[in-house]
């Protein structure tokens, strides 16, 4: 509900906002949010979180087949973000 408020206190009105209050794990809140995308005919997904979080969340929705994953973070960076940061 954080992040909900965040956006919500930013100007994102709240009926624009979906929060999985069911996503216990990576996996559940991706198979929740396929669930949504096509009950909703939606074709994209934002993801908003940490960096830590980023890339294991836009692994699972693609494994799932959500191909559009867009991502944004807070502007802090701690030293465990390095964990996630891609390897290419």
Known sequence: MVMRDYLVARGIPSANVLVDSK???TFA???NTLAV?????LHSV???SQYFHLSRTKL???R???GTVYSAHARY???RDF???PAN
């Open 23 to 25: 996503g216990y794990s």
């Open 83 to 85: 964990y996630s940061i």
């Open 37 to 41: 995308m096509k009950e909703r005919r």
């Open 64 to 66: 799932i087949g959500i």
């Open 29 to 31: 809140t991706a198979t």
């Open 46 to 48: 934002l993801v908003v």
């Open 60 to 62: 699972a929705l693609r």
């Open 77 to 79: 960076f701690a030293l």
